[in-house]
């Protein structure tokens, strides 16, 4: 066997020895590029950012979004075509000839910043923005910006050019909550980006740079000044002419008052919100771009809030209080239950807390027209005659219960038709007595109600709670005929490949009479005609029925028409009073009214 001369042995082992280093760096640049989570974007079609889902009303008008990042993708081919030259005059001028990385940008920017001792210039391409945004932390440090520099590179070898555009133009951050051009759109100016005109273009186009220190709504002067050096830089660069650049500097700008849409219908997305969560997963609702139709009327919202908030500091002002009592309103269509307006609250900027759809009280009266159908449904008759006077119930723990009249008067042999106009605790109570109380907690289930009833005598005056959602749904039945419609704020869902999936509902249920149902709206005519809600005259066809708990603390009144059914509620969030004489026909009956005029003008 031949042996290998000695003097090779160090130069093998130096071979070895670079080998494994040069393995080892291998290895650890693998690694480091891993520890990166680089996504794997090799199409635009791989950019799968957090999404806004889009609420729109039954119209088809944009109400609303849902969203952790205000973000709504959209292609190229549905902006201007001036938008994205806007972005590289202003941004990266020379982003169609470099390779993702603009050496001499860079170079300049380590100059100011080696005079200033700051790291305040990057140089970024907007390939190395699309790159920052997607990969990496915004940590200024010497090592992330040659991170960014590979990454880039490599982005730019992998997309094309006006891929890597379009993905900047949906991803980039431009104030106020708006990630991307669309969103921004919609928040600055009401519209969508491919109606942008160049005013609003290059507004737009200044905001990269520094998105607070620019915002048109809080700092308007620093944004012109941002928006005339974009419209310079695209007559520089030739894409407009120096007239045009000149004019749209001039055009006026109307922007959208931020904040206003989610004070008029924050609490209806909300409810849509919870409702799309239960169905498709927080995932889809944040990633897959739902657009979702919806049964709101935004004229009707709108006039919703207005009216809620004048009522409510009607009775602030009455109470000479400080603070503005909570209130809630739900107006569904009597025909279908679809909701038409949805308040939550005051304010939903200060407090998004849905009293329609959370919060349970106690509905007082309101809840009565429930024992008196289930009477009717027995075959008792309205003319049937009980007798008004003192009556002493033992409890079962030995105390004796004496309910009273709101009046604290006893008006002798009544009428079930009288006392329900009339609201007549005592009367009430007996007849709850006399057909029992568990038929009326069976109406009251399939009438929409999912609450616990306790089966007491109290449950005659509405002390077990509910919410204003599912109180309002009962009154569907009288108003329809006795039929239930379940309340519904979705019609259909469409996904992020275009596909429409509609949203099931299920069909009205028949839970009373025709008969019962008529002889309920007779009577309830006739509480706004001569009884308890009088203050709701002045609306033809129109039923309702007023409910006021002990001291005043639960004002309410639900009323309808043959096209919609709506309820009132008003209260302190902690139970205090909301004053003396605050009844529901005083307080909320005139909200009901205003509200109502506003819904049958055309």
């Not at 329609?356 to 009266?365: H, N, W």
């Not at 009205?508 to 509480?527: F, K, N, Q, Y």
């Amino acid at each position: 066997m031949r042996k290998k001369p000695l003097g090779q042995t160090p130069i093998i082992i130096f071979s070895i020895c670079i080998s494994g280093l040069v393995t080892l760096c291998i290895g650890i640049f693998l690694a480091w590029f891993l520890a990166l989570d680089v996504p794997d974007i090799r199409s635009v079609d791989d950019y799968k950012p957090l999404v806004a889902t889009t609420v729109v009303d039954r119209y088809g008008t944009i109400i609303d979004a849902i969203y952790k990042e205000y973000r709504i993708v959209i292609p190229e081919r549905k902006m201007p075509i001036l938008l994205p030259q806007a972005f590289v005059a202003a941004e990266d001028s020379r982003y169609f000839e470099h390779g993702g990385l603009d050496l001499w940008s860079i170079f300049r920017a380590g100059i100011n910043n080696l005079r200033t001792g700051r790291r305040s210039q990057g140089g970024s391409t907007i390939t190395q923005q699309v790159t920052r945004a997607l990969m990496l932390s915004r940590e200024k440090t010497y090592f992330r910006k040659l991170t960014e520099a590979i990454l880039a590179y490599r982005l730019d070898h992998l997309l094309t050019k006006n891929e890597i555009l379009t993905i900047y133009l949906n991803e980039i951050y431009l104030g106020e909550g708006a990630y991307g051009v669309e969103a921004a759109a919609r928040t600055y100016f009401s519209k969508r980006a491919q109606e942008l005109n160049l005013a609003e273009i290059a507004l737009l186009a200044g905001l990269p740079q520094s998105p607070s220190r620019y915002s048109p709504i809080q700092h308007f002067q620093a944004a012109k000044a941002r928006q005339r050096y974009v419209l310079n830089r695209m007559a520089e660069d030739g894409i407009i002419s120096a007239a045009a650049a000149r004019a749209a500097y001039a055009r006026k700008l109307h922007l959208n008052p931020v904040g206003k849409q989610k004070e008029a219908n924050g609490y209806f997305t909300d409810f849509v919100r919870n409702q799309l969560e239960k169905q498709y997963g927080k995932k889809a609702l944040y990633r897959q771009g739902l657009t979702v139709w919806t049964t709101l009327d935004s004229r009707l919202q709108k006039a919703a809030v207005a009216h809620l908030k004048q009522g409510l500091q009607r009775v602030q002002k009455r109470g000479h209080r400080k603070k503005i009592p909570q209130g809630a309103l739900v107006a569904l269509d009597t025909a279908s239950g679809s909701m038409r307006a949805l308040v939550g609250g005051a304010d939903y900027r200060k407090s998004p807390y849905n009293r329609a759809v959370i919060a349970r009280r106690q509905p007082g009266s309101v809840f009565k027209p429930l024992i008196y159908a289930a009477a009717f449904e027995q075959g008792l008759s309205p003319d049937m005659q009980l007798m008004d006077a003192p009556v002493a119930i033992k409890n079962p723990d030995g105390s004796v219960w004496r309910p009273q009249n709101y009046s604290h008067n006893h008006y002798g042999a009544t009428s079930l038709r009288q006392a329900l106009i009339h609201s007549r605790n005592i009367v009430t109570i007996k007849l709850l007595q006399k057909i029992g109380v568990k038929p009326v907690i069976q109406l009251a289930h399939r009438a929409g109600i999912s609450e616990k009833l306790k089966p007491e005598l109290p449950l005659a005056l509405g002390a077990s709670p509910v919410t204003l959602l599912e109180m309002t749904g009962v009154y569907t039945i009288f108003a329809d005929q006795g039929l239930y419609h379940r309340p519904r704020a979705i019609t259909r869902v469409r996904d992020r490949r275009g596909r429409i999936r509609p949203w099931a509902h299920p069909a009205a249920e028949r839970v009373i009479s025709p008969a019962t149902a008529a002889t309920i709206t007779g009577i309830l005519t006739e509480v706004i005609r001569q009884g308890t809600g009088k203050q709701a005259r002045g609306i033809p066809g129109a039923a309702g029925k007023t409910g006021t708990t002990d001291n005043n603390r639960d004002a309410w009144f639900i009323g309808y028409t043959d096209k919609l059914t709506t309820g009132i509620w008003i209260g302190h969030d902690r139970g205090r009073t909301l004053g003396k004489g605050e009844t529901g026909g005083r307080a909320a009956a005139p909200i009901w009214k205003t509200f109502m005029e506003q819904a049958e003008k055309k």
